[in-house]
Nanobody, 128 residues
Framework: QVQLEESGGGLVQAGGSLRLSCAAS????????VGWFRRVPGKEREFVTGTSWGGTSTTYSDSVKGRFTFSRDSAKNTMYLQMDSLKPEDTAVYYC?????????????????????WGQGTQVTVSS
């Protein structure tokens, strides 16, 4: 089992920055494929960014490419989502997710059904 806990959400003005954190327990990130998703009320969860199993490759959605950055701290077993140049349309609940099996070596899972473990979510609100 993997437990995930997000933190760092909040209210920010357009053009500002926030950094989300996701602390994992039960397994290290070197043995996981991980991702960040977001959900706007009334819509499905949307892939934001993630890494393949073991972190050998990172993928970003077109909507955040160049503005958001994925990183992780292996010593803390925590991953981060640095969000810069935020826009009102980035307003959503953000979730971190993980998948444990080696099937995703070299490929980042990008669909909700591909992940087994989820955090509780953290709200990000960007005001115009």
């Amino acid at each position: 089992q993997v437990q995930l806990e997000e933190s760092g959400g909040g209210l920010v003005q357009a053009g500002g920055s926030l950094r989300l954190s996701c602390a994992a327990s039960g397994r290290t990130f070197s043995n996981l494929a991980v991702g960040w998703f977001r959900r706007v009320p009334g819509k499905e969860r949307e892939f934001v960014t993630g890494t393949s199993w073991g972190g050998t490759s990172t993928t970003y959605s077109d909507s955040v490419k160049g503005r958001f950055t994925f990183s992780r701290d292996s010593a803390k077993n925590t991953m981060y989502l640095q969000m810069d140049s935020l826009k009102p349309e980035d307003t959503a609940v953000y979730y971190c997710a993980a998948r444990a099996d080696r099937y995703y070596i070299g490929r980042t899972p990008q669909y909700v059904y591909e992940y087994d473990f989820w955090g509780q979510g953290t709200q990000v609100t960007v005001s115009s």
